[in-house]
């Protein structure tokens, strides 16, 4: 698989040694506005201490991705329990903030538990085997991003580099048709 693109990814080192050099990968990044309808809840803490809630779309899969974010530097989490363990210990969050109630489920439960079916179909509307759905800054609304940075995801402490280049490739070959013509990622 050959990438063109305006920045480098973990995982390219891994394309100047694949044979396959008929699959393209366009990387461009493109941020798209959606309406606030999915359960990433932000809960400001004082100080600068924080964590957000991001949904990976990665080849197919969603990934729930949870952010620890401090003055100078942020932590991104794959499994909620190695979040849990980190907010607390940090004092980021308090043990009541993981807890729902009888009538209200927790900010984390919402975000778990949440209705996914949609969200795949943003693999084909936009025309991606990767993007991150998170809210915007003033938190009215949510914004996707087209070919996140992996890396700065820290998306490399649960795929190593050949595993996400096999697995973009695998995804770009088999989901997009090499006859189209519209769409900025070819075989």
Do not use: W
């Not at 990044?29 to 957000?52: A, D, M, N, V």
């Not at 942020?74 to 980190?86: G, Q, T």
């Not at 580099?161 to 519209?182: A, G, L, P, T, W």
């Amino acid at each position: 698989m050959k990438i063109i693109s305006k920045f480098q990814d973990y995982y390219d080192i891994i394309s100047k040694s694949q044979i396959d050099k008929n699959v393209l990968y366009f990387r461009n990044q493109e941020i798209f506005e959606l309406p606030r309808i999915y359960e990433l809840g932000e809960i400001p803490k004082t100080g600068s201490e924080k964590y957000r809630l991001h949904i990976l779309g990665y080849c197919g899969k969603i990934i729930h991705v949870y952010e620890l974010m401090f003055s100078k530097y942020s932590s991104f989490y794959y499994d909620f329990e190695s979040f849990r363990r980190d907010a607390l210990a940090y004092k980021v969050l308090e043990e009541k903030d993981f807890k729902g109630t009888f009538f209200k489920k927790s900010v984390f439960e919402k975000f778990i538990n949440q209705e996914t079916l949609l969200i795949n179909n943003y693999f084909k509307q936009y025309d991606t085997p990767v993007f991150i759905i998170s809210n915007s800054i003033e938190f009215k609304r949510q914004i996707l991003l087209t070919n996140p940075h992996l890396y700065s995801l820290s998306f490399d402490s649960i795929r190593i580099s050949y595993e996400v280049h096999n697995d973009i490739y695998n995804y770009i070959k088999q989901n997009f048709n090499e006859n189209r013509e519209d769409i900025p990622i070819l075989c």
